[in-house]
């Protein structure tokens, strides 16, 4: 069986990934849906060692046998780049491809907020991607350094397992670490990375204590750190790091990461409603002082009401980012009333058809926002959103 054909078909049908096990036919995600490729029989344990040799150097054949797993790059001229992860499964060769574009997609073609361009040029901090496997989350990094590179004079280091997108030095130059072959582990890397003079780091996964611990770090000594990380929404990411700690440093973690936070995207990929390919939905939970002090307080319960009033500023909750695409037929109205997290809220929101706002609520938040000294963008306000944003500063303004 001829792996480049099946590559070729794969990048010429624009499927996400192609599964290779043994008992099956080749199978491609298409649409988030699996499918066979063509015609084809059932693999033997024979084909899949096949293939794994065809693509797999001699250092990734010892990293399978010493750990019965391993993940890699592997480039064919004239097709395209991908993503492999080679695993076990019944004692046989499983293997799994994911197209790599050989260019790095600019953050406007992805669909991602605008404001994501303002996270890429802050000097320090930490910014976190979330999002379920295959979400797009590397996607989105490497999108954000690759803006960085084009556009500021920086030195950039990413970890990465394996390099999925390779970087130019552009305006900046870009040291690419792979685990495995250019370092040992995510954590040997970031140990070491801080004698290396970067200015910005990004990492491919931030999995443990460890990790989160030496990004944080580096975050809080001047550094501007990207990182990727599993959670199911932005307040999530926060819960998820304080449980890696015992409780009784706990307090130490939440005061340090509101000195450091600077934003967590959380994003899940959609089929488009006209059925070519998919788009992102983005919720953005941005480090204003008022998110910080609720993250320092480990008030998080109340984070859903300000990132929900904080849209002139560039938050959004993910029933705002579905409203927005339900809103320009972007998607279909099941495929966001699935992945919300809030189906009634997100009911009420995508169905409000007159977005301005009565004079007694423009005339209220603009003397609040004087006697606060804070902005607001009434255009961007609903009337259910200005009524709650008037109590949420009565109370800062009483309390």
């Known amino acids: 069986m001829d792996i480049k054909e099946l590559l070729g078909q794969v990048v010429q049908g624009g499927a996400s990934d192609l599964h290779i096990a043994v008992g099956a036919p080749p199978l491609i995600r298409h649409q988030g849906a699996l499918k066979p490729l063509s015609n084809l029989s059932p693999l033997t ?73 303002n996270l890429s040029l802050l000097s320090r901090g930490l910014i976190l991607i979330c999002g379920p496997v295959g979400s797009g989350k590397s996607t989105t990094m490497s999108a954000m350094v690759d803006h960085i590179n084009r556009t500021t004079t920086r030195h950039i280091v990413t970890i990465e397992e394996p390099i999925e997108y390779l970087h130019k030095n552009r305006k900046s130059l870009v040291t690419q670490r792979e685990v495995g072959s250019d370092t040992t582990s995510f954590l040997s890397a970031l140990r070491h990375v801080l ?88 919720e953005v ?52 009333l699935r992945v919300s997290p809030d189906p009634d809220g997100l009911k009420s929101i995508a169905s409000l058809p007159d977005r301005s706002l009565r004079l007694d609520q423009r005339s209220l938040l603009l003397d609040l926002a004087k006697r606060l000294k804070k902005s607001v963008n009434l255009e961007a306000l609903t009337e259910s959103e200005a009524s709650q944003l008037i109590q949420v500063w009565q109370r800062e303004l009483t309390g």
């Not at 391993?70 to 991908?82: C, E, I, K, M, W």
Request: charged share 25%.
């Open 45 to 117: 344990s024979e084909n899949t060692q096949g293939i794994f040799d065809a693509v797999a150097s001699e250092a990734d054949r010892g990293r399978l046998l010493r750990d019965r797993e391993v993940d890699f790059a592997y480039s064919l001229p004239g097709v395209g780049r991908f993503r492999v992860n080679a695993c076990y499964q019944r004692s046989s060769l499983k293997l799994t491809f994911r197209p790599v574009p050989f260019e790095v997609p600019e953050l406007a073609a992805l669909g991602l907020p605008s404001v994501c361009r």
């Open 285 to 336: 939970l941005l480090g204003n002082r008022a998110i910080k002090n609720l993250i320092r307080d480990d008030h998080l319960a109340e984070i859903p009401n300000y990132q929900f009033l904080g849209r002139a500023s560039g938050m959004r909750s993910m029933n705002q980012a579905l409203a927005e695409l339900l809103s320009s037929g972007s998607i279909t109205s099941e495929e966001a």
């Open 195 to 282: 004698r290396q003079d970067p200015d910005v780091i990004a990492i491919g996964e931030l999995r443990d204590i460890e990790t989160v611990s030496v990004a944080m770090r580096a975050a809080e000594v001047g550094h501007l750190v990207l990182g990727t990380f599993h959670a199911r929404s932005a307040v999530e990411a926060i819960e998820r790091i304080y449980s890696l700690y015992p409780s009784e440093l706990r307090a130490e973690v939440r005061f340090q990461l509101s000195t450091i936070f600077e934003a967590i995207l959380y994003q899940v990929l959609l089929p488009r409603a006209d059925g070519l390919g998919r788009v992102a939905a983005v």
